[in-house]
């Protein structure tokens, strides 16, 4: 395949192309349509999370669709039908009188139903379409490869949409270039399904078939690069060697990175005094063995300043994604208040984050922002009754008769049990689902009537954000954006 000018550029070829700066895809709707939009604009890759869209958008249109955004996009989605089903199932005209009450949708499993399929590609289509409106800047999306159930139905949304990049860590993607490039042909796509306690030669595949939305005459999509989020050059290496080197490109991310972090190589490595796992240099990759790959990468973690961009560079790294800095900026989706919150508390030296191995379900280590009143404080989440009623970090298992049972290390102690968990998994375990829901503002009802409590995940860096930063009473994403070279795929 050839690069020169009057070539398709292949998806190697744009991921070369790509900014300086990518906006890390922070979930659930912390990077927003609003946050990739800005940072787009100022000539970074804005980029959208798509865990969660089908409730965030479900739940916006029962709000009653403030601004009229989301109709707007949705009216433009290619097949009128989708959207007109969409719109009648989920939009309540002036909202929903009781907050929190809101419809709930499906949970995702592995054979979903056509109206959870219309959604998670409608949901992703709008996202991607509001971010790209009004403007020529790249828009990306990022999907946790851990959420296994409806990434592909949103990959597809997403490339409706016009999605620039597609970003995916927390696991090894290998399968995702694969199922980009048979979705950009409008071809069945699947992805192996990891089921507890399955046979060995048992296969589960979750399969999306784009004529089921778009029929027999599709709209043109391009295969989007492809960006892997990884910690280290040896995952880099097997991810190329398994894909046929199907990855455009890498981004880095190190152990002070805010949200999900790989857990230490050393697994015996004893913890910190504070109970946090202790990372060591063989969980740095090594940058000369990756940049010989051959392939552009982005480094993650605590480098969202110009130094950090120049250092970056200077390491080989054709830029830097960002995540705390950004969740902070008047655009994300995190609630206001608590924006405000964590400012104050950067601005009194008080601002501190904890890497909590238990808390999340996928077994990933957790950056926990310790924020006072949100679910951070082991007292205020002791007092949450455990349900639930969302479903994403939800493993499947195998039941005895071959068919599949999903459970949840966070969902009540005796449910997990009954289902065949391992009781000491239950240890630590916090509802990721629920509390990142309230964090952007959309917190449901408890089984007591209250509204479940947030929890704000941040990197290392948001100790010294002071410095980062041009005021601790707010600021915009392109204040801290104006770092890359503005390009144009
Ligand atoms: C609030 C928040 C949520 C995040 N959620 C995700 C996510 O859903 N998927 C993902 O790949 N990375 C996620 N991250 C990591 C960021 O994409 C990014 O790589 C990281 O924040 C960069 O490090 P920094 O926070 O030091 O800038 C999250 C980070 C933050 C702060």
Redesign the pocket.
Known sequence: MSDCPDAKPTAAALARRLPAVI??????S??NWRLAKAVSQAGGLG?I?G?GLDRVVAYRLQEGDAGGHLRRVIARFPIPAVAERILNRWYVAGGITRPGAYRATAMVEHEPRIDTLELLVVANFAEVALAKEGHDGVVGI???EKVQSPNVASLYGAMLGGVDAV????GIPREIPGVLDRLAAHQEASLILRVEGALPGETTRIRFDPRCIVGDIPPPVFRPPFLA?ITSDILAQALLRSTDGGVDGF?V??P?????NAPPRNHNEPLNARGEPVYGPRDHADLVKLAKLGRPFWL?????TPEGLAKAQAAGAQGV???????LSEESG?RPDLKAQVLGLVRDGKAGVFTDRLASPTGFPF?VAEVPGTLSDPAVYASRTRICNLGYLRMPYRLENGKLGWRCAAEPEAAFIAKGGDPAELVGRKCICNALMSTAGMPLITPEGGRELPL???????AKLADAVPSLDGYKAADVCGLGTPVRT
């Open positions: 906006q890390g895809g922070m979930g659930v912390i990077s980029v999370s865990t990022n999907l946790l970003l995916m860590g927390a989020v981004v991310e190190g002070t990175a805010g949200g999900h993650a973690g605590g480098f969202g994604q960002i995540g705390t800095i950004l969740a995190l950056k704000v995940t941040a990197g290392d860096c948001v």
